[in-house]
């Protein structure tokens, strides 16, 4: 996919600059652009390395399997028909607990158990109910604390790089909702049909 | 709101001590990781970084802007976000060098910084998740999964643009 766009953005510039005259400046961005690459990715470590270092102590002292108790009821609820003290319901849980503390590294590795759980339980090539809602979940960004997301704001020079917070939450809420109804939609009208046959 | 960050990072602190954790210990540990992290991206951010620079610097910006700016205007999106609101269900680090790209251009307070901000922070990397998810476990029909996730992917888009206006003006 990428391949593709790549090649795209920088032969339509190429072509672009030769129309607007502008070609000289593009052949300038040759050395400025790689160099302010190179700048900004520095700045970044900094404050990357610093968020990384203090979410790996939020994940080894526990946060993450106390989010994870306190979301297991409402998790419940979508998941009514797994076993609440199965492995596929503790991996989901512990899943999306890992994507609000924006544990992505953590995350991966438990969906993918969530997964093979929910697989051993269905089994087949077709995705069962709450496959599409885990994944669907998963698709949808729960994060709490956008931390990587404000770092990459303060180093840029913003005044208030937590100031998004409230939008963030709110537009992520309205995402994941559309995401679950269409997702929780799709599982009762597939039911609907099943009974009546 | 300034109190936030260093808040956050308090409690986990606080939090890691009560659970005796190695706390020093474990930041290097992670810090690590995030410089892993990073390194293995960089290769993706010098080359989208480049390739959008060249669409700046050659006027071809301003080509697609006007082109896309119609559609983008209707729903009250701006066009600076465009981008890297296509990128974004594909490539976690390509939509990462278009924020930055978005926060040189315009400043991250700017109206289009802010909304960029809001719709990384509120979307995912949708198709490279069900890809991953799915094929784990060879699954082959993934049913309606596709459908509500794009459609997550379009009310983040449009949220991101409503929310900022609503709250930061």
Redesign the interface.
């Known amino acids: 996919m990428l391949n593709f766009i790549w090649c795209f953005i920088v032969i339509f510039s190429v072509i672009c600059s030769i129309f607007t005259g502008k070609a000289d400046d593009l052949s300038k961005a040759f050395t400025d652009s790689t160099a302010d690459a190179m700048t900004l990715l520095i700045t970044l470590a900094g404050i990357i390395g610093l968020w990384s270092g203090l979410m790996k102590i939020a994940e080894r002292s526990g946060l993450n399997a106390l989010l994870a108790k306190l979301f297991a009821p409402l998790l419940h609820r979508l998941f009514p028909r797994l076993d609440r003290e199965g492995a596929a319901f503790e991996a989901i849980t512990m899943n999306i607990s890992a994507n609000l503390l924006g544990l992505g590294n953590t995350a991966t590795p438990l969906g993918l158990r969530a997964m093979k759980e929910l697989h051993a339980l269905h089994g087949g090539e077709e995705a069962s109910d709450e496959m599409v809602l885990f994944v669907v979940m998963n698709t949808a960004s729960l994060q709490l604390m956008p931390t990587t997301l404000a770092a990459l704001r303060q180093s840029s020079g913003s005044a208030a790089p937590f100031e998004i917070l409230v939008p963030v939450w709110l537009s992520s809420a309205g995402a994941l909702a559309v995401a679950l109804t269409i997702a929780v939609t799709g599982n009762r009208l597939r039911e609907r049909k099943r009974r009546r046959l | 709101?300034?109190l936030?960050?260093p808040a956050?990072?308090a409690v986990?602190?606080i939090?890691?001590l009560?659970?005796r954790?190695p706390?020093f210990d474990?930041?290097?540990?992670?810090?690590?990781?995030?410089?892993l992290?990073?390194w293995q991206i960089?290769p993706t951010?010098?080359?989208?970084?480049?390739?959008?620079?060249?669409?700046?610097?050659?006027?071809?910006t301003?080509?697609l802007c006007r082109l896309l700016s119609p559609v983008a205007q209707a729903v009250g999106f701006p066009a600076e976000v465009v981008p890297m609101a296509m990128?974004r269900p594909?490539?976690g680090s390509?939509a990462?060098a278009l924020?930055?790209s978005v926060?040189?251009d315009c400043?991250?307070?700017s109206f289009a910084?802010?909304v960029a901000?809001?719709?990384?922070?509120?979307?995912?990397t949708?198709f490279f998740?069900?890809t991953?998810?799915?094929g784990?476990?060879?699954?082959?029909?993934?049913?309606?999964?596709l459908?509500?996730?794009i459609?997550?992917?379009l009310?983040?888009m449009v949220?991101?643009a409503v929310?900022?206006r609503?709250?930061?003006g």
Request: charged share 15%; aromatic share 10%; hydrophobic share 55%.
């Open positions: 709101m300034s936030i960050m956050f990072a986990i602190l939090y890691g009560i659970k954790v706390v474990t930041f290097l540990e992670g810090a690590r990781e995030g410089f992290t990073l960089a951010i010098l080359g989208l970084l480049f390739a959008v620079s060249l669409l700046r610097t050659g006027g071809a301003e080509v990128l594909v490539s390509g990462t924020l930055l926060f040189r400043g991250p307070d910084g802010r901000s809001v719709l990384a922070g509120s979307s995912e949708t998740a069900v991953m998810y799915f784990s476990v060879g699954i082959r029909n993934v049913r309606h999964t459908l509500a996730a459609a997550a992917d009310t983040a949220l991101s929310t900022t609503l709250f930061l």
